[in-house]
Structures are given as structure tokens and as C-alpha cells.
């Protein structure tokens, strides 16, 4: 089945839920027709009346931006013209390909995804799941590879200069198309998306209190509750006690600021409950969430909540992007396993001096016996070689701890589905454990409920991927 088949099919389910297409294009010319350089087609529940209407950019340069409303029953027909390699806006056609001097209609090669709570690999801002089609050809080659040329440069430079300025055709592809801004770098993707939004996710005011999972989704557009259905995976100090499931329409439903709410009652010991949302049979949506009160029971925990109410500011270090904020809440964790703690990435050195926060980020000795090597990161496990290091550093503590179990971990802020695979394989090789922010939880649940730190010892040696090739394999015991 072809990925434009695949999109097609994918959206049949919630076709329902959409009143209009907003199509939105950046291109220039050449020999005599406009070619792509982003292009966005946007799903949306708003019918045609209630979306605001961007004038398209006139044009200069051999540039020209267009922006276009349409009613939903013109999107077969969009995709018709895609599966061409063409497409009309605004009156104007839009061609993807250069080859030899030459503006080519061939059939695009795009990839289906679907999308839930921004996957990393395709940030497109939005906070619905969705279903995506993407094609690609690379900006370099269709600005400077044939003889009508135009300059990257040249263009960024009139663009300043524009009446209504921008900085550079990056800015524009952001500010008008809507595509994220790069982490670094350019914009090298000549991209076009078809993104269909599905009106239908869970609220982040879900809880877990006294025994209750409240459940709150947002914007229900469709008119069939019997269609939504609800799963429930009940958690308690880390274990799996319940699995259940329920269709929207059987429960008790209010509505509650724009939300329905439900509500369902869970396992008196649960600490957390992870939340499923499936429309038609078709998963949609995930949440996570704990009771603050069942991790209260630890002395150590309840003194750090006499200052810090709830764990409000914990929890915000345990998922920041800021790397040294990140790296005080494991430490604050691993305190709370009942681990003697050290955080050497604190250790920094003065002005001009180093410091040994670049050697390790945490030792942790959880008994006379094992030893936790931890580093911390907010970005990919193995940037900046950290994999390699942490390896290297666990050879030398072994080296100096003759007689102890060395357990190197690293820990993360990105959830285990988003690491890449490659990133993990090479985990398993180096004997490295990972522990994504889902882990983290777990552990944290696991430390609020007193258990002993021998078992939360046993949890973190299982997140080893130990295989034939692990170094560390015969230190465990």
C-alpha cells in the first residue's frame, strides 16, 4: 500500500470531525512556472467562515507566498493533485521537482506518520495527535542546481528589505508556514505536509485522588460517545495491578469548562494509572498520572514536601530541559531511594579553572556492595559521546572499587519510545542502563511508598539491556 493510501486511509475514521483545508504556500520562479519551497495543508475542525484569512505575500524576487481556505469536500481532490506531483493554490500551480534545466510533474515520494503528543522526529506544533504525509526536496539543489539559480543569499536579503521585513527565507517558512524553527542551523528541506489534527486528546487536568482516575478530554467533536472508548493500566510501587477498559458512553459523563469528564474507580494502594484513549478502535492519546499522596510515606520525602509543597518543583526538574536542574532532581531522587548521594556534576571550578562536572554526574552507593554511576541528560542518551564516556569512567571506578558492582545508568528526560534505536543498541553493547522520565517516575512512586532500597536496587540493574556483548555482565550478583 502506498503512503498517500495509507494517509487516506488513516483519516477515514475521523473525516467527520474536519469543515476545512488551509493550504499555505512559499515559492519562487523558474522557467516561467512557481516551484516549491514549503508547503503546509492543514485539517481543521473551524468551517471555512470561522478561520482568518491571510492575504497572500505579493510577489518579488521571483517569490510569492499563498495562503488559501477551502471547504473539507476539496481535500480528495488535493490529494489527486499530489499523487500527480502538482498542486493549485490560489488559481497558481505548484511543481516540486527541477532536473536537468527542467520542471518535472512526477509522482512525490512521501512518508505517512502518525503523530502523538509532538513526536520528536516531526515537530510540528501541534497538541493534538494527528496523522501526517511528508515530502521532501532538498533547497539547495532547487535554488542553485540549474540555470535560472537563486540565490539562498539574495533572497534572505530582499525578504529583509520587504515592506512587511522578515529575516531570511528561514523566518518566513516559520512565521507564515508554521514549521518549527531549527535547533541550529538552516531550514534544508523544500518539505510539504498534509497534517490532519484529530479534535480529540486528553485534558492535562487528569488526576489520580483517593482511589479515583478523573478523566478529562478536550474538544470532543464528534456526536457518538459509544465510539470513544477509555483503557486503564493501574500502577502500584512499580508493579502492574489492574488492567481495565470502558466505552465513554456507559459512565457517568458532565462537562466541566469546555471538558468531559469522567471519573472510575481504581485500587486503593494505585500510585499511578496510565490513561489510553482509542476513537473507533484507533489509538489516540496517553497520560500518566500519579497520586501525590502515595508517595508521602518515605521520612525523607515527607521532609523535602514540608518545603517544597506537593513535589511542584521536583517534578518540574525531573522533566526540565535545563540540564543542571535535571541533574539535581536524580540526585534529589536517588536521595530519596535511600542511596548515599553524591552529585559531582555541582563540583564546578572557578572562573578560568575546571571543575569535574564534565567527568561524571552522579555516584550513588546504594550499599557496601553496588555502586550507581549515573549521568544525566536532557537531550539524546549518546550526544557529545556520552555513552562512551560513561563506559570509560565506569572502567576506572571499577579499577578503584575492586570489590563492588559498578552500575552504570544513564537518565533522561525523553520517553523510551523516542530514544533512538541505535542509541539503545549501543546501551546494550557498553552494559549501560537507560532510564527514560517513564522509569523515573516508577522510581520515584517506588521511593514515596518505603520500598527498601534493595528492591529499587533490583529495578535499576533490570534496566540494563545486558546481552553477549556486555562488559559489565559478570559484575552483577
Known amino acids: 500500500m502506498s503512503e498517500l493510501r495509507k494517509f487516506k486511509e488513516a483519516i477515514k475514521p475521523y473525516i467527520d470531525g474536519w469543515k476545512s483545508v488551509e493550504v499555505k504556500a512559499v515559492c519562487f520562479s523558474a522557467y516561467g512556472k512557481w516551484i516549491n519551497l514549503g508547503t503546509r495543508i492543514i485539517l481543521s475542525e473551524k468551517p471555512t467562515t470561522d478561520i482568518i484569512t491571510f492575504d497572500s505575500l505579493p510577489e518579488f524576487l521571483r517569490f510569492k507566498a499563498f495562503h488559501e481556505i477551502l471547504d473539507i469536500n476539496k481535500l480528495d481532490d488535493l490529494l489527486v493533485q499530489l499523487e500527480r506531483g502538482i498542486l493549485t ?94 535547533d541550529f542551523g538552516h531550514i534544508e528541506s523544500a518539505f510539504l505536509d498534509v497534517v490532519a489534527p484529530i479534535p480529540l486528546r486528553l485534558g492535562n487536568e487528569c488526576k489520580l485522588s483517593d482511589g479515583k482516575a478523573i478523566i478529562h478530554m478536550e474538544n470532543v467533536g464528534y456526536e457518538h460517545l459509544e465510539d470513544i472508548s477509555i483503557g486503564l493500566i493501574e500502577h502500584s510501587g512499580g508493579q502492574t495491578s489492574n488492567r481495565t477498559s470502558f466505552v465513554l458512553a456507559k459512565t457517568d459523563l458532565k462537562e466541566e469548562n469546555g471538558h468531559l469528564v469522567t471519573h472510575k474507580d481504581v485500587g486503593t494502594d494505585t500510585s499511578s494509572v496510565d490513561i489510553f484513549l482509542s476513537f473507533r478502535g484507533e489509538f489516540l492519546d496517553m497520560l500518566r498520572v500519579g497520586d501525590p499522596s502515595t508517595i508521602l510515606k518515605n521520612p525523607r520525602i515527607m521532609v523535602y514536601e514540608h518545603f517544597d509543597k506537593d513535589l511542584t518543583i521536583l517534578n518540574k526538574y525531573l522533566e526540565s530541559s535545563d540540564s543542571d536542574c535535571f541533574e539535581i532532581g536524580i540526585g534529589l531522587l536517588l536521595h530519596f531511594c535511600g542511596f548515599n548521594t553524591g552529585s559531582y556534576c555541582l563540583v564546578k571550578g572557578k572562573k578560568g579553572r575546571s571543575g569535574i562536572q564534565e567527568e561524571i554526574d552522579l555516584i550513588a552507593f546504594a550499599d557496601s556492595n553496588h555502586v550507581i554511576a549515573g549521568e544525566c541528560t536532557t537531550k539524546e542518551i549518546d550526544v557529545n559521546e ?44 557498553e552494559g549501560i542502563g537507560v532510564a527514560a522520565i517513564e522509569n523515573i517516575k516508577e522510581i520515584l512512586e517506588m521511593a514515596g511508598q518505603k520500598k527498601q532500597p534493595q528492591e529499587i536496587l533490583m529495578y535499576l540493574k533490570n534496566l540494563i539491556r545486558r546481552n553477549e556483548l556486555s562488559q559489565w555482565k559478570t559484575n552483577y550478583r
Open 386 to 429: 556520552k555513552l562512551s564516556k560513561l563506559s570509560r569512567r565506569v572502567k576506572e571506578i571499577q579499577e578503584i572499587l575492586e570489590g563492588c558492582s559498578i552500575i552504570p545508568l544513564i537518565f533522561t528526560t525523553l520517553e523510551i519510545d523516542k530514544i533512538p534505536r541505535s542509541d539503545i543498541e549501543k546501551a546494550k553493547k
Open 89 to 182: 493554490v490560489c488559481g497558481n500551480e505548484i511543481y516540486f521537482k527541477i532536473e536537468s534545466n527542467d520542471v518535472k510533474v512526477t509522482p512525490l515520494s512521501f512518508s505517512f506518520y502518525r503523530d502523538y503528543r509532538s513526536e520528536r522526529f516531526i515537530p510540528l506544533n501541534f497538541a493534538y495527535p494527528m496523522v501526517i504525509l511528508r515530502a521532501g526536496e532538498s533547497i539547495h539543489g532547487l535554488l542553485y542546481n540549474h540555470d535560472e539559480a537563486i540565490e539562498q543569499g539574495y533572497l534572505d536579503s530582499g525578504l529583509r528589505s520587504y515592506k512587511v521585513p522578515y529575516n531570511g527565507l528561514d523566518d518566513l517558512l516559520v512565521s507564515f508556514i508554521g514549521i518549527p524553527k531549527p
